[in-house]
Structure formats: C-alpha cells, structure tokens
C-alpha cells in the first residue's frame, strides 16, 4: 500500500498463538484463504508430523544449524517448546513489511511474547480452547503424543492462558467457523486505522479535471433553471 508521492506504508505484523492442539494451523490456513497475508514460516528442530511439508509448513533442520543462526541474530524470536527449537527469521519478516504487507506468525507464546519485546506494534492474538477438557479431547483423539505429554501439554496450557493479559486479542477456538471470522474481523479493522487509510483519504480530497468540468456544465444548467 502506497502513500501520495510514492512513500511506502508499512505492513502490520500479526502474531498468533495458543496452546498446542488448539488448532492454530488450521484456523491460519481457513483465514489466509480469505485474507491476503504472508504468512512467516517458522524454523523448528522437532520432526514434521505427517503431511507437514519442509518449506511450507515449517523449515525442518537439525539443532546445530538452529544454533548457528541464532548465534548470527538470524532470528526475530526463538524458544524452546516440549524439548524442541522454534525460531522465525527475521531477514523475511522485514522485507515484507517494509513492501507494505501484513504479515502473520504462528508461534509458540514464549516466542510471542519476545516479538513483543522487539516489536511493540505488533498485534498479539491469542487463541485459547473452548476448556481444559476440550482441548485434553482434541490432544487425545489427534494421537500424536504419549500421555505423558499430553499432561505437560495441558499444564502448560494453563500456564499460558494465564498470560492472555499481555495480548491485544484474544479467539476461542470453538467453532471453527466462527474463529475464524473473529481472525478475519481483526485483520480488517486493522487496516482501516487511520496510518493504513492515509492513501485513502488522500485520494478523497483530489479533484479530477475531466469530471470537474462535466459538474461545471451541470452546475450551469441548473443555476439557468
């Protein structure tokens, strides 16, 4: 999006969260199938689950190049979730910003909370499960993980939720339909805050010659009545 004189207007970033098996993944896919965003991959070291695809869902490597690139400050957040590494690039995430496009993560709460730090503009969402119990539902009949780890998974769950204050917003992910529209909803309203609409209401105080000279003529017509 452009500004008069050809002055670019930056992107906003996005930045969802939520437990694990809250759903994220597929809420942030039905939501960019209708909102136009870039969408950050993310860097992890845990394996793909099945059907995840390297470059598409996440960029799977081994933790010694995790390391390298964080040692490089390659990263705009990184943490470490269930014994694994997560981290977004940062070179990426800049570049589209500054063309004027939203961009959105989907991230673990550490690494949300450290992009707030280094990017207070930001705008945090939070998605939480309907319960507890509902989300224990989801976890189990996914099958992805022992019991073991679906207990962490929950306790670290109401660890998190109990950092919902620090976030702009947050979405129950109930019925998927409706938590989506609430993403969507958020995304809009955001580019209709004035620093987003400045185009616009450049464009509402122009003047068209061609059209000014038709109302001209119709002006006289009426004032000859």
Same mark, same amino acid.
């Given at each position: 999006?452009?500004?008069?004189?050809?002055?670019?207007?930056?992107?906003?970033?996005?930045?969802?969260?939520?437990?694990?098996?809250?759903?994220?993944?597929?809420?942030?896919?039905?939501?960019?199938?209708?909102?136009?965003?870039?969408?950050?991959?993310?860097?992890?070291?845990?394996?793909?689950?099945?059907?995840?695809? *390297?470059?598409?869902?996440?960029?799977?490597?081994?933790?010694?190049?995790?390391?390298?690139?964080?040692?490089?400050?390659?990263?705009?957040? *990184?943490?470490?979730?269930?014994?694994?590494?997560?981290?977004?690039?940062?070179?990426?995430?800049?570049?589209?910003?500054?063309?004027?496009?939203?961009?959105?993560?989907?991230?673990?709460?550490?690494?949300?909370?450290?992009?707030?730090?280094?990017?207070?503009?930001?705008?945090?969402?939070?998605?939480?499960?309907?319960?507890?119990?509902?989300?224990?539902?989801?976890?189990?009949?996914?099958?992805?993980?022992?019991?073991?780890?679906?207990?962490?998974?929950?306790?670290?769950?109401?660890?998190?939720?109990?950092?919902?204050?620090?976030? *702009?917003?947050?979405?129950?992910?109930?019925?998927?339909?409706?938590?989506?529209?609430?993403?969507?909803?958020?995304?809009?309203?955001?580019?209709?805050?004035?620093?987003?609409?400045?185009?616009?209401?450049?464009?509402?105080?122009?003047?068209?010659?061609?059209?000014?000279?038709?109302?001209?003529?119709?002006?006289?017509?009426?004032?000859?009545?």
């Amino acid at each position: 999006m452009q500004r008069g004189k050809g002055e670019m207007v930056r992107g906003d970033l996005f930045v969802m969260t939520g437990a694990s098996g809250v759903g994220k993944g597929t809420l942030r896919a039905r939501l960019m199938e209708r909102v136009k965003l870039r969408y950050s991959i993310s860097m992890t070291t845990r394996p793909p689950r099945e059907g995840e695809r *390297h470059g598409v869902d996440y960029w799977f490597v081994d933790e010694a190049t995790f390391e390298r690139i964080k040692r490089e400050g390659g990263f705009l957040e *990184h943490a470490t979730y269930v014994g694994y590494s997560y981290g977004t690039p940062k070179a990426p995430v800049e570049r589209a910003l500054a063309r004027g496009e939203d961009v959105l993560l989907e991230i673990e709460v550490q690494g949300a909370l450290q992009v707030a730090e280094k990017m207070p503009e930001a705008q945090l969402i939070f998605v939480i499960p309907p319960s507890l119990s509902e989300l224990r539902q989801r976890l189990l009949l996914r099958g992805k993980d022992s019991l073991e780890k679906i207990e962490k998974r929950l306790e670290r769950a109401r660890e998190e939720i109990a950092l919902a204050d620090r976030f *702009h917003y947050v979405v129950v992910n109930d019925l998927l339909a409706d938590a989506v529209a609430d993403l969507e909803r958020i995304i809009l309203t955001r580019r209709r805050i004035v620093k987003r609409m400045r185009p616009a209401l450049e464009r509402a105080l122009e003047r068209d010659p061609d059209l000014e000279a038709e109302l001209d003529e119709i002006a006289k017509r009426m004032q000859g009545r």
